[in-house]
C-alpha cells in the first residue's frame, strides 16, 4: 500500500514548481515594470504630463491642418480631436515599446547577466511599462470625447480585444528586434525609419474606409489596421471592420510565433556577446 500511494503523491505535487516559477516571473516582470515607470517619471519635473503631452501635441498639430488649413474632406469622422486621439494613443504605446525593445538588451547588459530571470522578461516589461502608460492615458481621450460631446458605443466592449492584440504584436516585434540588435547594431536605426514610415501608413490621421479600394485591401494586412478600428469604434463604430480585425489576428499570432522563435534561438548567442 505504501510503495502504490507513493507515486500518486509524487504526481499531484508535481505541477507546483512550474507554477512557483510563473509567479515569479510575473513578480519579477511587476517590478522591473514600476521600476522603469519611477525612474521615468521621478527624473522630469512633470512626470506623467510627459506621457500624455507627445500625443496631445501630435493631435493639436494634426487637428489644425487638417481642419483649420486644409479642407479635410472624408479622411476621418467628427470630433476630429477624437478621431485622432483614438488612434495616437495607442500608436504611441506601439511606437514607444517597439523603439525600446531595441535597446532592451544593450541598456541592461549588466543586469541580464548577474540574473537568473528568463530574459525575455527584458522585453515583456518595455511592452508592460508601455502599455500602463497608455492606459494612464485613456482619462485624456475621455475628457476630450466629453467636452467635444462624442457619443459612447457598445463596441467600448471591445477594447480588452484591442488591448489584448496590441499586446501579442508588439510582444512579438520586440522578441525580434530585441535579440538582432546585439549582432546587428545598425537595426536599431532602420526601425526607427521604419516606425517613421509605418505612422503614414497606419489609419492614425485617416481612417481606412477613406482609402481607395485597392489600397484599403493592402491596408488591411497591416495589423494595426483592425486594432486601431476597434479602439475607433467605441465612438465611431463604422470604423470597425471584421476582416481587418481577423486579419490582424492572424497576422500578430505569426508575429508572435516568429519572434518566439528568433529569440529562442538567439538567446544563447546574446549572452556571450553581450
Request: charged share 15%; glycine share 6%; with cysteine.
Amino acid at each position: 500500500m505504501t510503495t502504490a500511494s507513493a507515486p500518486t503523491a509524487r504526481a499531484t505535487t508535481a505541477p507546483a514548481p512550474s507554477r512557483s516559477a510563473g509567479r515569479r516571473y510575473r513578480q519579477a516582470l511587476w517590478l522591473l515594470t514600476v521600476r522603469d515607470l519611477r525612474v521615468r517619471y521621478s527624473t522630469s519635473a512633470l512626470g506623467y504630463l510627459w506621457s500624455i503631452l507627445d500625443p496631445l501635441v501630435m493631435s493639436a498639430i494634426y487637428w489644425f491642418v487638417f481642419t483649420q488649413v486644409f479642407h479635410r474632406g472624408s479622411v476621418g469622422e467628427e470630433p476630429y480631436i477624437v478621431f485622432l486621439l483614438s488612434a495616437l494613443l495607442p500608436w504611441m504605446w506601439f511606437t514607444g515599446a517597439v523603439s525600446d525593445s531595441t535597446r532592451a538588451f544593450i541598456k541592461e547588459t549588466k543586469l541580464i547577466r548577474s540574473t537568473t530571470i528568463p530574459r525575455s522578461i527584458w522585453v515583456a516589461r518595455v511592452n508592460a511599462s508601455k502599455g500602463i502608460e497608455f492606459l494612464l492615458s485613456l482619462p485624456v481621450l475621455a475628457v476630450f470625447a466629453i467636452a467635444t460631446g462624442a457619443r459612447l458605443h457598445w463596441e467600448l466592449a471591445l477594447y480588452p480585444l484591442a488591448i489584448l492584440l496590441q499586446c501579442a504584436l508588439v510582444y512579438g516585434l520586440g522578441l525580434i528586434v530585441a535579440p538582432l540588435v546585439v549582432f546587428f547594431r545598425d537595426l536599431e536605426r532602420a526601425v526607427k525609419l521604419v516606425l517613421r514610415f509605418l505612422f503614414y501608413a497606419s489609419p492614425i490621421i485617416y481612417g481606412t474606409q477613406a482609402l481607395p479600394d485597392g489600397l484599403r485591401d493592402v491596408a488591411a494586412f497591416n495589423p494595426l489596421s483592425g486594432i486601431f478600428g476597434i479602439y475607433r469604434s467605441a465612438f465611431f463604430p463604422g470604423q470597425l471592420d471584421w476582416f481587418e480585425v481577423g486579419v490582424s489576428v492572424v497576422v500578430t499570432a505569426v508575429v508572435l510565433v516568429v519572434g518566439l522563435v528568433v529569440f529562442r534561438r538567439s538567446e544563447h548567442r546574446v549572452l556571450k556577446e553581450l
